[in-house]
């Protein structure tokens, strides 16, 4: 509203915030920012000088690719603490989004610098497992989320179930996620023995043993791909190579470190007649 003085023209006001008059009449049509008035003969918009700063804040806040929608939480916040607390959220998620460019950026430079991976391929043979376990249809988008969060409620789960872990933990990657980039997913923690109850999505699962060629990947997960690439060739061209889950084993992962290069994680592809990860995917029990 307008504080009883004059008011600013589109364009004026336009100079005095660095806001486009095609900016301005979109915050105005989206309700982000009205006018103080409107001409009634000419229906020119009308500015008063006071609201230049709630222009500085939105033209900030764009410029952070802060959504309109999360834009009108902070404008019209109760209080300073919800104003806060809105752009503090939006902070950690650019965070989130600036380590993973640098994760990409780092991997491309290594895949220009060093195009062939020197990695040793074994053959071994995996034992059954008694997991406790989250399982769900993930898409390939959001599996790094996902998969942040089910560990956290499976490690919570093994504490509150007083469960003993007896190795590092894993995840399945189902073909069809994969080929869809969408598709079943399990995160699993191995346990010495099932434990009488879990609680939230855990449930205690039996993950099937069996050949398998392993190849060490070391560094961020963002590189996974080319140890995939190379193991998948060997398990080929060896002709050995089967049509089972991939299996990851997080050996050195975020629950031991915050750096990705120090992560260690061993992949697994399924051999011809070996791991058996299929059951693992049906669906839980009711």
């Given amino acids: 509203m307008s504080n009883g003085g004059a008011t ?13 008059v095609k900016a301005l009449r979109h915050y105005h ?19 008063d000088a006071a ?4 222009a500085q804040l939105i033209r900030r806040l764009r410029a952070l690719d802060m959504p309109i929608e999360s834009i ?6 109760a209080d300073a603490a919800a104003r806060d607390a809105a752009i503090s959220e939006h902070l950690s998620r650019m965070e989130g989004e600036l380590a993973r460019t640098r994760e990409v950026v780092a991997s491309l430079r290594s895949l220009l610098s060093e195009p062939h991976l020197d990695i040793g391929v074994e053959r071994r043979r995996l034992d059954d497992l008694t997991t406790l376990a989250i399982r769900a249809d993930v898409s390939r988008q959001h599996v790094d989320s996902w998969c942040g969060a089910a560990f956290g409620e499976l490690w919570s789960a093994v504490q509150d179930a007083g469960a003993e872990v007896s190795g590092p933990g894993g995840g399945l990657y189902s073909a069809a996620f994969f080929a ?11 346990v010495i023995s099932a434990p009488a109850s879990v609680r939230g999505r855990a449930e205690v699962v039996e993950v099937g043993g069996g050949e398998v060629l392993v ?10 791909d080319r140890t995939y690439a190379l193991l998948g060739a060997a398990a080929n061209e060896l ?16 629950d031991v470190t915050a750096d990705p290069l120090r992560f260690r994680t ?3 592809w399924p051999l011809d007649g070996g791991a058996d990860s299929h059951a693992t995917f049906r669906p839980p029990v009711a």
């Fill in 180 to 190: 869809d980039d969408h598709g079943p997913v399990v995160a699993y923690l191995p």
């Fill in 72 to 77: 009108r939480v902070v404008t019209t916040a």
């Fill in 8 to 20: 600013l023209s589109i364009g004026e006001f336009s100079k005095l915030t660095h806001l486009s």
């Fill in 239 to 254: 002709g050995i190579a089967g049509d089972g889950a991939i299996r990851e084993l997080y050996v050195v992962g975020p």
């Fill in 215 to 224: 190849a060490t990947h070391a560094g961020p997960f963002a590189d996974l």
């Fill in 29 to 47: 049509d989206v309700g982000l920012l009205v006018p103080a008035a409107i001409d009634r003969g000419s229906r020119y918009r009308r500015y």
């Fill in 51 to 54: 609201q230049a700063r709630d």
């Fill in 266 to 268: 061993e992949v697994c």
